[in-house]
Every structure is written in C-alpha cells, then in structure tokens.
C-alpha cells in the first residue's frame, strides 16, 4: 500500500505558483521523500527528492514539515507543460511505492 | 534523455502464451526495475535487479520472472500470460539505489492479453 496521502486534483492557472501537498504521517526515519511526475502517455520524471531540509532545483522547491509527516512540492510558475500526474513516494531499503498521484491541470 | 529503450513497444497476445519484455540502457547504471501500471494507479514494482545475476522481487511478482545476464539489459518474461497482466510496462534504471538517487524511466510497453 502506497504511504503517502495526495489530492486527487488541483487546478492551477498558467505562471502562477502552484503548491501540491502531501501526507505521510507514517514515514520513518530513515525514508527519503521524493516527487515524481508523469504526463500524458510517457513514463515518469524525477522532479525532486529530499530527507529532512527544504530542497531546490531547476524544476520545482520541495518544503518539508519540521515533523517530516507531511511536504509540499512548489512549482513556482506553472506553465501548460507542467499539466501532469504528481506522485509524492517515500523511499526506503529501495522499496518504492506510488501512490495514484495528483492530477495537475493548468489553465492558460 | 537517459538512454533506456524498451521493445516491444506494443504487443497483443493470448492467454496462457509466453511473453518477454526487454530492457535496453546505455548509461551502465547498476540498478534495473520493472513496474507496472494499470488505470487509475500509480506504478507498482514487480522486479529490480541490483547487479548482474542479482535480482529481488517487488510489491506485484507473482506470475513473473526476470534475468539479467548483462548490465545492459533487463528482461521481463509472463511464462503464462493472462489477462489479469494486461498493463503498461514501464523499465526504469538508477546509478545506485533509488533511497537518494533518481530513477529514470523508459517509454513503457503496452501488453494486451486477451
């Protein structure tokens, strides 16, 4: 079973920030958190991945709770390219399990 | 892109023959993984491979097998195919394990059982 908690979907509008949120009340010490994303039939794409600090990159910011139970992927300014599925996993001992992911649609 | 093609990319068969997917990567990384992925799911892993030879299970194994003969390819075989396995195929590689490396992933194979 997948150990994360996600919205099914978000809306968001073209070149604004969109912030994608995710649960993971049960996540242990040792698993990292990361995001991936998957458009229309093509396969997933490593977007960010983090432990315990807040992270950036040239795609997204990944904010993680002081608790670790809960991050949030920040796209900065969503453009109709980042229309997509956002999978938050936890990784652990290589064990790695998605979820079902948010369903990100971007209005122009 | 990450060099890892898959093939066949589309394949339709019947119930009870065999079917192998193939893996191909060109970036030598150690690690190998196949997983499927069904509507409304995400992915779910069937086998990884950590090494050549060395291989382990995942999350949905049963009916499935794999081999690993050379870094280069991975291969997935459905001894009896049914139509419960009929699914997208993704192949996905990463430099070491995947706790704090990224994975990159293949187009996928589109397997219909009937």
């Known amino acids: 079973d997948a150990k994360t908690t996600q919205p099914n979907s978000m809306e968001s509008n073209e070149e604004e920030p969109v912030h994608l949120p995710c649960n993971h009340s049960?996540?242990?010490?040792?698993?990292?958190i990361h995001w991936y994303r998957q458009l229309p039939s093509q396969g997933p794409e490593y977007v960010i991945h983090?432990?315990?600090s807040n992270v950036n990159n040239r795609m997204a910011s990944l904010a993680i709770a002081e608790d670790r139970k809960s991050s949030t992927l920040i796209l900065h300014r969503a453009t109709l390219r980042d229309a997509a599925v956002y999978y938050c996993?936890?990784?652990?001992?290589?064990?790695?399990?998605f979820g079902a992911g948010t369903r990100l649609t971007v209005k122009p | 892109d990450a060099g890892i093609t898959q093939s066949p990319r589309h394949k339709v068969t019947e119930t009870g023959t065999p079917v192998t997917l193939r893996c191909h990567q060109t970036?030598?990384?150690?690690?190998m993984y196949w997983y499927r992925q069904d509507p409304g799911h995400g992915l779910r892993l069937i086998h990884y491979?950590?090494?050549?030879?060395?291989?382990d299970k995942g999350e949905v194994s049963d009916g499935y097998s794999v081999s690993r003969s050379k870094t280069e390819d991975f291969l997935l075989t459905l001894e009896s195919a049914t139509s419960s396995q009929t699914s997208v195929y993704f192949c996905?590689?990463?430099?070491?394990?995947?706790?704090?490396?990224?994975?990159?992933f293949g187009p996928g194979t589109r397997l219909t059982v009937l």
């Open positions: 996905a590689i990463s430099e070491s394990t995947s706790d704090y490396n990224e994975q990159f």
């Open positions: 970036e030598n990384h150690r690690y």
């Open positions: 983090g432990l315990t």
């Open positions: 049960t996540i242990s010490g040792t698993d990292y």
């Open positions: 491979s950590y090494g050549v030879k060395d291989t």
């Open positions: 996993i936890l990784i652990g001992n290589n064990d790695m399990r």
